[in-house]
Protein backbone atom coordinates (compact mmCIF):
# COMPACT_ATOMS: atom_id res chain seq x y z
CA UNK A 1 0.00 0.00 0.00
CA UNK A 2 2.82 2.33 0.66
CA UNK A 3 4.92 1.82 -2.50
CA UNK A 4 0.62 2.45 -4.11
CA UNK A 5 0.76 5.92 -2.15
CA UNK A 6 4.89 6.56 -3.74
CA UNK A 7 3.23 5.83 -7.41
CA UNK A 8 0.25 8.06 -7.27
CA UNK A 9 2.25 11.11 -6.13
CA UNK A 10 3.02 12.15 -10.09
CA UNK A 11 -0.37 11.39 -10.83
CA UNK A 12 -2.03 13.36 -7.80
CA UNK A 13 -3.68 16.27 -10.05
CA UNK A 14 -5.69 13.67 -12.14
CA UNK A 15 -7.48 12.89 -8.62
CA UNK A 16 -9.43 16.18 -8.39
CA UNK A 17 -11.75 14.91 -10.63
CA UNK A 18 -12.93 12.21 -8.54
CA UNK A 19 -12.59 14.97 -5.31
CA UNK A 20 -16.19 14.68 -4.10
CA UNK A 21 -16.02 11.12 -3.71
CA UNK A 22 -12.73 11.70 -1.37
CA UNK A 23 -14.03 14.29 0.13
CA UNK A 24 -17.04 11.67 1.33
CA UNK A 25 -14.10 9.55 2.12
CA UNK A 26 -12.75 12.06 4.03
CA UNK A 27 -16.35 12.83 6.30
CA UNK A 28 -16.77 9.17 6.68
CA UNK A 29 -12.66 8.66 7.79
CA UNK A 30 -13.65 11.60 10.59
CA UNK A 31 -16.26 10.53 12.06
CA UNK A 32 -15.71 6.84 11.96
CA UNK A 33 -12.16 8.07 13.82
CA UNK A 34 -14.68 10.26 16.34
CA UNK A 35 -16.47 7.64 17.25
CA UNK A 36 -13.19 6.21 19.33
CA UNK A 37 -14.27 8.71 21.91
CA UNK A 38 -17.40 6.88 23.24
CA UNK A 39 -16.27 3.60 21.89
CA UNK A 40 -14.99 1.30 24.93
CA UNK A 41 -12.58 -0.56 22.99
CA UNK A 42 -10.85 2.06 20.41
CA UNK A 43 -8.52 -0.08 19.89
CA UNK A 44 -10.83 -1.57 17.13
CA UNK A 45 -11.60 1.56 15.50
CA UNK A 46 -7.93 2.31 15.11
CA UNK A 47 -7.23 -0.92 13.19
CA UNK A 48 -10.55 -0.67 11.32
CA UNK A 49 -9.76 2.59 10.14
CA UNK A 50 -6.44 0.87 8.71
CA UNK A 51 -8.44 -1.42 6.57
CA UNK A 52 -11.24 -0.33 6.07
CA UNK A 53 -10.78 3.73 5.29
CA UNK A 54 -7.02 4.25 4.25
CA UNK A 55 -6.96 0.85 2.27
CA UNK A 56 -9.89 1.32 0.94
CA UNK A 57 -9.01 4.83 -0.31
CA UNK A 58 -6.18 4.37 -1.80
CA UNK A 59 -7.57 1.36 -4.24
CA UNK A 60 -9.79 3.79 -5.42
CA UNK A 61 -6.80 6.20 -6.39
CA UNK A 62 -4.82 3.44 -7.50
CA UNK A 63 -7.72 1.91 -9.37
CA UNK A 64 -8.40 5.30 -10.81
CA UNK A 65 -4.86 6.47 -11.78
CA UNK A 66 -4.31 2.64 -13.39
CA UNK A 67 -7.53 3.44 -15.28
CA UNK A 68 -6.10 6.41 -16.89
CA UNK A 69 -2.57 4.77 -17.83
CA UNK A 70 -3.94 1.84 -19.22
CA UNK A 71 -4.28 1.80 -23.37
CA UNK A 72 -6.52 -1.47 -23.34
CA UNK A 73 -9.32 -2.75 -21.40
CA UNK A 74 -8.44 -6.58 -22.46
CA UNK A 75 -5.30 -6.46 -19.85
CA UNK A 76 -8.37 -6.58 -16.88
CA UNK A 77 -10.21 -8.97 -19.00
CA UNK A 78 -7.24 -11.51 -18.47
CA UNK A 79 -7.16 -10.57 -15.15
CA UNK A 80 -9.95 -11.49 -14.34
CA UNK A 81 -9.98 -14.64 -16.19
CA UNK A 82 -6.28 -15.67 -14.13
CA UNK A 83 -8.22 -15.04 -11.05
CA UNK A 84 -10.88 -16.61 -11.57
CA UNK A 85 -8.63 -19.86 -12.75
CA UNK A 86 -6.69 -19.46 -9.54
CA UNK A 87 -10.23 -19.93 -7.70
CA UNK A 88 -10.85 -22.35 -8.84
CA UNK A 89 -8.02 -24.50 -8.69
CA UNK A 90 -8.33 -23.22 -5.19
CA UNK A 91 -11.81 -24.50 -4.90
CA UNK A 92 -10.89 -28.08 -6.35
CA UNK A 93 -8.15 -28.62 -3.91
CA UNK A 94 -10.66 -27.69 -1.10
CA UNK A 95 -13.00 -30.27 -2.75
CA UNK A 96 -10.27 -33.00 -2.29
CA UNK A 97 -7.99 -33.02 -5.90
CA UNK A 98 -5.03 -34.31 -4.49
CA UNK A 99 -2.29 -33.26 -7.20
CA UNK A 100 -3.87 -29.46 -6.55
CA UNK A 101 -2.87 -29.73 -3.22
CA UNK A 102 -0.31 -26.77 -3.48
CA UNK A 103 -3.23 -24.34 -4.20
CA UNK A 104 -5.03 -25.24 -1.32
CA UNK A 105 -3.53 -22.53 0.97
CA UNK A 106 -5.11 -19.81 -1.34
CA UNK A 107 -8.76 -21.16 -0.39
CA UNK A 108 -10.31 -17.95 0.97
CA UNK A 109 -13.36 -18.59 3.24
CA UNK A 110 -16.92 -19.57 2.41
CA UNK A 111 -18.18 -16.10 2.61
CA UNK A 112 -15.71 -13.84 1.23
CA UNK A 113 -14.88 -16.79 -1.83
CA UNK A 114 -18.55 -16.08 -2.75
CA UNK A 115 -18.49 -12.51 -2.38
CA UNK A 116 -15.51 -12.74 -5.30
CA UNK A 117 -18.01 -15.08 -6.83
CA UNK A 118 -20.83 -12.12 -7.46
CA UNK A 119 -18.09 -10.12 -8.77
CA UNK A 120 -17.11 -12.56 -11.53
CA UNK A 121 -20.78 -12.80 -12.17
CA UNK A 122 -21.42 -9.35 -12.49
CA UNK A 123 -18.46 -8.51 -15.06
CA UNK A 124 -20.15 -11.93 -16.86
CA UNK A 125 -23.40 -9.94 -17.63
CA UNK A 126 -21.68 -6.60 -18.76
CA UNK A 127 -19.37 -8.63 -20.78
CA UNK A 128 -22.45 -10.02 -22.77
CA UNK A 129 -23.19 -6.68 -23.94
CA UNK A 130 -19.58 -6.32 -25.15
CA UNK A 131 -19.51 -6.18 -29.34
CA UNK A 132 -16.56 -7.88 -29.42
CA UNK A 133 -17.32 -11.41 -31.36
CA UNK A 134 -15.96 -13.60 -28.30
CA UNK A 135 -17.17 -11.59 -25.38
CA UNK A 136 -20.24 -13.71 -24.98
CA UNK A 137 -18.70 -16.81 -25.58
CA UNK A 138 -15.70 -15.55 -22.74
CA UNK A 139 -19.04 -14.54 -20.68
CA UNK A 140 -20.76 -17.75 -20.90
CA UNK A 141 -17.66 -19.39 -18.96
CA UNK A 142 -17.21 -16.71 -16.39
CA UNK A 143 -21.39 -17.68 -15.45
CA UNK A 144 -21.09 -20.46 -15.76
CA UNK A 145 -17.95 -20.94 -13.83
CA UNK A 146 -19.38 -18.61 -10.98
CA UNK A 147 -22.24 -20.92 -11.19
CA UNK A 148 -20.20 -24.20 -10.66
CA UNK A 149 -18.80 -22.72 -8.12
CA UNK A 150 -21.21 -20.90 -6.11
CA UNK A 151 -23.03 -24.76 -6.21
CA UNK A 152 -19.71 -26.02 -4.50
CA UNK A 153 -19.80 -23.32 -1.72
CA UNK A 154 -23.48 -23.62 -0.90
CA UNK A 155 -24.04 -19.87 -0.34
CA UNK A 156 -27.72 -18.79 -0.30
CA UNK A 157 -26.87 -15.10 -0.65
CA UNK A 158 -24.56 -15.84 -3.57
CA UNK A 159 -27.64 -16.91 -5.59
CA UNK A 160 -30.19 -13.96 -4.06
CA UNK A 161 -26.91 -12.32 -5.24
CA UNK A 162 -27.09 -13.83 -8.95
CA UNK A 163 -30.48 -12.99 -9.00
CA UNK A 164 -30.18 -9.36 -8.12
CA UNK A 165 -27.57 -8.86 -10.83
CA UNK A 166 -29.51 -10.54 -13.33
CA UNK A 167 -32.63 -8.42 -12.55
CA UNK A 168 -31.19 -4.95 -12.27
CA UNK A 169 -29.23 -5.82 -16.18
CA UNK A 170 -32.46 -6.55 -17.49
CA UNK A 171 -34.03 -3.53 -15.79
CA UNK A 172 -30.98 -1.03 -17.11
CA UNK A 173 -30.40 -2.82 -20.31
CA UNK A 174 -34.66 -2.68 -21.50
CA UNK A 175 -34.76 0.85 -21.63
CA UNK A 176 -35.19 0.70 -26.21
CA UNK A 177 -37.71 -2.02 -25.81
CA UNK A 178 -41.20 -1.88 -26.51
CA UNK A 179 -44.29 -2.27 -24.08
CA UNK A 180 -44.80 -5.88 -25.35
CA UNK A 181 -41.18 -6.74 -24.95
CA UNK A 182 -40.84 -5.30 -21.52
CA UNK A 183 -43.86 -7.05 -19.90
CA UNK A 184 -42.83 -10.55 -21.82
CA UNK A 185 -39.38 -9.37 -20.52
CA UNK A 186 -40.22 -8.46 -17.20
CA UNK A 187 -42.78 -11.91 -16.71
CA UNK A 188 -40.11 -13.88 -17.89
CA UNK A 189 -37.53 -12.19 -15.29
CA UNK A 190 -40.13 -12.65 -12.29
CA UNK A 191 -40.03 -16.31 -13.31
CA UNK A 192 -36.06 -17.15 -13.26
CA UNK A 193 -35.30 -14.78 -9.98
CA UNK A 194 -38.36 -16.91 -8.12
CA UNK A 195 -36.87 -19.96 -9.55
CA UNK A 196 -33.18 -18.74 -8.28
CA UNK A 197 -34.59 -17.23 -4.69
CA UNK A 198 -36.35 -20.66 -4.03
CA UNK A 199 -33.37 -22.92 -5.23
CA UNK A 200 -31.05 -21.05 -3.12
CA UNK A 201 -33.12 -20.95 -0.06
CA UNK A 202 -33.69 -24.96 -0.33
CA UNK A 203 -29.70 -25.04 0.02
CA UNK A 204 -28.49 -27.15 3.31
CA UNK A 205 -31.97 -27.85 4.13
CA UNK A 206 -33.05 -30.01 6.94
CA UNK A 207 -36.18 -30.97 6.10
CA UNK A 208 -36.89 -33.55 2.75
CA UNK A 209 -39.29 -31.91 0.74
CA UNK A 210 -40.52 -30.22 -2.49
CA UNK A 211 -38.60 -26.89 -2.97
CA UNK A 212 -40.53 -24.34 -2.33
CA UNK A 213 -41.69 -26.32 1.58
CA UNK A 214 -37.90 -26.19 1.96
CA UNK A 215 -37.00 -22.37 1.47
CA UNK A 216 -40.07 -21.93 3.70
CA UNK A 217 -39.17 -23.94 6.22
CA UNK A 218 -35.32 -22.09 5.79
CA UNK A 219 -36.50 -18.51 6.29
CA UNK A 220 -38.53 -20.17 9.19
CA UNK A 221 -35.59 -21.42 10.80
CA UNK A 222 -33.19 -18.34 10.17
CA UNK A 223 -31.56 -17.39 13.38
CA UNK A 224 -30.74 -14.25 11.51
CA UNK A 225 -34.59 -13.10 12.59
CA UNK A 226 -34.43 -13.46 16.08
CA UNK A 227 -30.53 -11.64 15.69
CA UNK A 228 -32.19 -8.97 13.71
CA UNK A 229 -34.22 -8.30 16.33
CA UNK A 230 -31.66 -8.13 19.28
CA UNK A 231 -29.56 -5.87 17.46
CA UNK A 232 -32.10 -3.42 16.44
CA UNK A 233 -33.25 -3.11 20.26
CA UNK A 234 -29.80 -2.34 20.95
CA UNK A 235 -29.11 -0.17 18.25
CA UNK A 236 -31.73 2.09 19.78
CA UNK A 237 -30.44 2.49 22.75
CA UNK A 238 -27.56 4.65 21.57
CA UNK A 239 -29.08 5.44 17.57
CA UNK A 240 -27.57 8.66 16.46
CA UNK A 241 -23.69 7.93 17.61
CA UNK A 242 -23.62 4.11 17.86
CA UNK A 243 -21.46 2.13 20.12
CA UNK A 244 -18.04 3.04 18.32
CA UNK A 245 -16.38 2.00 14.30
CA UNK A 246 -14.62 -1.53 14.37
CA UNK A 247 -15.17 -4.72 13.57
CA UNK A 248 -15.31 -6.42 16.76
CA UNK A 249 -17.13 -3.48 18.67
CA UNK A 250 -20.27 -4.92 18.94
CA UNK A 251 -19.04 -8.59 19.85
CA UNK A 252 -17.61 -6.82 23.01
CA UNK A 253 -20.00 -4.23 23.46
CA UNK A 254 -22.72 -6.52 23.96
CA UNK A 255 -20.59 -9.59 25.83
CA UNK A 256 -23.10 -9.70 28.96
CA UNK A 257 -26.30 -9.53 26.85
CA UNK A 258 -26.50 -11.96 24.39
CA UNK A 259 -28.83 -14.78 24.30
CA UNK A 260 -27.52 -18.08 25.21
CA UNK A 261 -28.46 -19.31 21.63
CA UNK A 262 -25.84 -16.82 20.60
CA UNK A 263 -22.82 -18.37 18.96
CA UNK A 264 -19.11 -16.68 17.82
CA UNK A 265 -20.67 -16.62 14.57
CA UNK A 266 -23.67 -14.55 15.62
CA UNK A 267 -21.81 -12.11 17.65
CA UNK A 268 -19.12 -11.03 15.54
CA UNK A 269 -21.58 -8.70 14.36
CA UNK A 270 -25.66 -7.92 12.90
CA UNK A 271 -24.90 -9.56 9.94
CA UNK A 272 -26.60 -6.97 7.40
CA UNK A 273 -24.53 -3.97 6.34
CA UNK A 274 -27.03 -1.08 7.40
CA UNK A 275 -27.92 -2.47 10.06
CA UNK A 276 -23.88 -3.11 11.63
CA UNK A 277 -23.20 0.76 10.42
CA UNK A 278 -26.06 1.99 12.42
CA UNK A 279 -25.07 -0.24 16.00
CA UNK A 280 -21.24 0.78 15.25
CA UNK A 281 -21.82 4.87 13.61
CA UNK A 282 -25.13 5.69 14.80
CA UNK A 283 -27.38 7.46 12.17
CA UNK A 284 -24.57 9.86 11.27
CA UNK A 285 -22.55 7.55 10.11
CA UNK A 286 -25.01 5.63 8.27
CA UNK A 287 -25.98 8.65 6.62
CA UNK A 288 -22.40 9.20 5.74
CA UNK A 289 -21.75 5.58 4.67
CA UNK A 290 -24.56 6.29 1.89
CA UNK A 291 -23.75 9.20 0.80
CA UNK A 292 -20.26 8.36 0.48
CA UNK A 293 -21.72 5.32 -1.82
CA UNK A 294 -23.67 6.99 -3.75
CA UNK A 295 -21.63 9.61 -4.79
CA UNK A 296 -19.30 6.70 -6.51
CA UNK A 297 -22.34 5.32 -7.95
CA UNK A 298 -23.51 8.20 -9.26
CA UNK A 299 -20.25 9.76 -10.65
CA UNK A 300 -19.62 6.39 -12.56
CA UNK A 301 -23.40 6.12 -14.17
CA UNK A 302 -23.10 9.61 -14.93
CA UNK A 303 -20.21 9.89 -16.68
CA UNK A 304 -19.33 9.06 -20.25
CA UNK A 305 -17.42 6.13 -21.63
CA UNK A 306 -16.06 5.41 -25.14
CA UNK A 307 -18.42 3.52 -27.49
CA UNK A 308 -16.44 0.16 -26.97
CA UNK A 309 -16.58 0.95 -22.97
CA UNK A 310 -19.99 1.25 -22.86
CA UNK A 311 -20.43 -1.87 -21.05
CA UNK A 312 -18.13 -0.66 -18.18
CA UNK A 313 -20.95 1.66 -16.66
CA UNK A 314 -23.18 -1.32 -16.67
CA UNK A 315 -20.63 -3.40 -14.50
CA UNK A 316 -20.46 -0.62 -11.78
CA UNK A 317 -24.24 -0.84 -11.42
CA UNK A 318 -24.47 -4.13 -11.28
CA UNK A 319 -21.26 -4.79 -8.72
CA UNK A 320 -23.01 -2.20 -6.49
CA UNK A 321 -25.85 -4.07 -6.70
CA UNK A 322 -24.25 -7.26 -6.17
CA UNK A 323 -22.38 -6.32 -3.39
CA UNK A 324 -25.13 -4.89 -1.31
CA UNK A 325 -27.79 -7.26 -1.38
CA UNK A 326 -25.18 -10.03 -0.45
CA UNK A 327 -24.74 -7.64 2.27
CA UNK A 328 -28.38 -7.92 3.59
CA UNK A 329 -27.52 -10.85 5.41
CA UNK A 330 -23.86 -10.09 6.16
CA UNK A 331 -21.47 -7.31 5.91
CA UNK A 332 -18.95 -7.82 3.18
CA UNK A 333 -17.95 -3.84 3.68
CA UNK A 334 -15.40 -4.44 5.92
CA UNK A 335 -13.66 -7.74 4.90
CA UNK A 336 -10.82 -8.18 2.18
CA UNK A 337 -14.15 -8.01 -0.80
CA UNK A 338 -14.12 -4.04 0.16
CA UNK A 339 -10.35 -3.39 -1.16
CA UNK A 340 -11.11 -5.49 -4.48
CA UNK A 341 -14.80 -3.40 -4.72
CA UNK A 342 -12.99 0.02 -4.56
CA UNK A 343 -10.56 -0.89 -7.27
CA UNK A 344 -12.94 -1.82 -9.24
CA UNK A 345 -14.95 1.19 -8.61
CA UNK A 346 -11.60 3.47 -8.99
CA UNK A 347 -10.69 2.06 -11.87
CA UNK A 348 -14.31 2.34 -13.89
CA UNK A 349 -14.36 5.93 -13.01
CA UNK A 350 -11.00 6.16 -14.09
CA UNK A 351 -11.45 4.81 -17.87
CA UNK A 352 -14.78 7.13 -17.94
CA UNK A 353 -12.08 10.46 -16.87
CA UNK A 354 -9.77 9.17 -19.49
CA UNK A 355 -12.61 9.34 -21.97
CA UNK A 356 -13.45 12.99 -21.25
CA UNK A 357 -9.75 13.98 -21.34
CA UNK A 358 -9.12 12.58 -24.65
CA UNK A 359 -10.25 15.46 -26.29
CA UNK A 360 -8.09 18.22 -24.36
CA UNK A 361 -5.67 16.42 -25.06
CA UNK A 362 -5.87 16.32 -29.15
Given at each position: ????????I?D????????????????F?????????????????????R???????????????????????????C??L????????A?????G????????????????????????F????????????????????????S??????????M?????????????L???K??S??????????????????V??S???????????????????K????????????D????KP?????????????????????TF?H????????V???K?L?????????????Y?????????????E???P????????????????????????N?????????G??I?????T????A??
Open positions: MALSLLALPYRNLYSIRYILGAWALAMWYLLSSLWNLFPEYTYSGLKEVLYSVICLMVGFTAALHLKKVNTVLAVVSLTLLSLTLARGVSWLSFVEKYYPSVGDGSTSLVFFSFAMALFFSKKSYSAIIAMFIALTLALAIFYENRCFVSFASVIAACFYTSGLTKLKTVGLFTLLVIVLAITFLSLKSTTESDYIANAVSTVQDVRLSMWDFYFKGMEIAGYGSGYHTLRDSFSDDFPENLTKDHAHNFLNWQMGLVGLILFLTLSSALHKGITAEFAREKLKLLLLLVFVGFFSKSITDDFFIRNLLLFWLVTFIGRASAAAKPLA
